[in-house]
C-alpha cells in the first residue's frame, strides 16, 4: 500500500512543482503552456501539491499510527 | 464518516464557512475581495479538505492539518500568481502574517460543523455557526455572480459591496438559523426560508444590491437545503 502513496505523491510534486514554480514564460518558450494562461497553471500546480501533500501525509498515518 | 456524498457535503460547507468568515474579514478590513478571489479560494480550500477527509479522514488531528495546510496552499498560489487587481491601487492580502487570521477561520469552520457532527453538548451553537456562515457565504456569491454576469470589471465590483451590506447578510442569515432553533415545528425550515426571504426582499434594496424577487427565491432555496444538508451531516453520525 505506501508504494501507492510514495509514486502518487513523488509524481504530483514533480508536476505540481513544476506548474506552480516555473516562471510562464519558461514554460511557454518550450510549448509547455499547455494553451492556459498564467494563473491557470499555478492552480493546477496547486491542485497536484495538494494531492502530493494528502499522499505523504497518508503515508505518514500509515507508518506512525 | 467514509462516504462519499457526506465527505463532499462536509468538505463543502467548511469551504463555504471558511470564505464566508473571509469576506467578512475582507469587507471589515478594506481589502478587495471579488469572485475570481472566492472562486480560486473556495477550490482549494475545498480540494484540501475533501481530499484529507476522503483519503485519510475527519477528526481532530486532520482538522488541524487541512486548517493549516489549506490557508498556505492558497497563500502560496497568491503569492505566485498574477493578481487579477491591481497591488497598487487595492489592498490585497497577500502578505505572510494573513495566514494566521484565515487558518484561524478555517479551524472555526472546521470544527464548528465537526463537533455538529460528533459532539452531543454545545450542539445549537455549532448548528448557528456553520449554518449561518454557510448561508452568508452563498449569499454573497449570489451578487458577487451576479456582478460577473452583468460583466461588470473585477476593479468595479470589488467596491459594490460594503461591509454594511455584509452585516445585513449576516443579519439575514442569522434570522432564519434563530427561527430554526427556537420554533418547534415540521414545516419550521420553509418558515425559516419564507422569513428571511422576504427579510431580504425589503433589507438589501441598495442600489447595487436590489436582488428582487429572483434573490428572495434563491433565499429561500438555500435556507432550505442549507438546513437540510447540515442536519443530514449531523444525524449521520449522531
Known amino acids: 500500500m ?20 516555473i516562471p510562464y514564460n519558461t514554460l511557454r518558450s518550450y510549448n509547455l503552456a499547455l494553451s492556459l494562461g498564467h494563473n491557470a497553471h499555478v492552480i493546477i500546480g496547486s491542485i497536484f501539491l495538494i494531492l502530493a501533500f494528502v499522499s505523504f501525509y497518508r503515508l505518514y498515518i500509515y507508518k506512525n499510527i | 464518516m467514509k462516504n462519499f456524498i457526506k465527505v463532499f457535503l462536509f468538505s463543502l460547507i467548511v469551504a463555504l464557512s471558511m470564505n464566508a468568515l473571509d469576506m467578512f474579514f475582507h469587507y471589515a478590513t478594506n481589502t478587495a475581495v471579488h469572485i475570481s478571489y472566492v472562486a480560486v479560494k473556495l477550490t482549494i480550500i475545498f480540494l484540501s479538505i475533501f481530499l484529507i477527509s476522503q483519503f485519510i479522514g475527519i ?63 454545545l450542539k445549537r451553537l455549532y448548528f448557528l455557526i456553520s449554518s449561518t456562515l454557510t448561508l452568508l457565504a452563498l449569499n454573497l456569491l449570489y451578487f458577487m455572480l451576479k456582478f460577473k454576469i452583468r460583466n461588470i470589471e473585477d476593479s468595479n465590483a470589488a467596491n459594490m459591496i460594503v461591509f454594511s451590506d455584509a452585516t445585513k447578510m449576516f443579519l439575514i442569515s442569522l434570522i432564519a438559523v434563530i427561527i430554526i432553533l427556537i420554533y418547534k415545528n415540521k414545516f419550521k425550515y420553509l418558515i425559516a426560508g419564507l422569513i428571511s426571504a422576504i427579510a431580504s426582499y425589503f433589507i438589501l434594496n441598495t442600489v447595487n444590491l436590489a436582488g428582487g424577487l429572483l434573490h428572495s427565491i434563491y433565499i429561500f432555496i438555500i435556507v432550505n437545503l442549507v438546513f437540510y444538508t447540515i442536519k443530514v451531516l449531523g444525524v449521520y453520525n449522531a
Open chain 1, 2 to 21: 505506501p508504494k501507492k502513496e510514495w509514486f502518487i505523491g513523488i509524481i504530483a510534486l514533480i508536476i505540481g512543482s513544476f506548474y506552480h514554480f
Open chain 2, 59 to 121: 477528526s481532530k488531528r486532520d482538522g488541524i492539518v487541512g486548517s493549516i495546510f489549506g490557508p498556505f496552499i492558497f497563500w502560496l498560489y497568491y503569492i505566485y500568481a498574477y493578481p487579477t487587481l491591481d497591488r497598487n491601487i487595492f489592498r490585497l492580502d497577500e502578505q505572510f502574517y494573513y495566514l494566521f487570521p484565515h487558518v484561524a477561520m478555517m479551524f472555526i469552520a472546521y470544527f464548528s460543523l465537526y463537533w455538529f457532527i460528533t459532539k452531543e453538548s
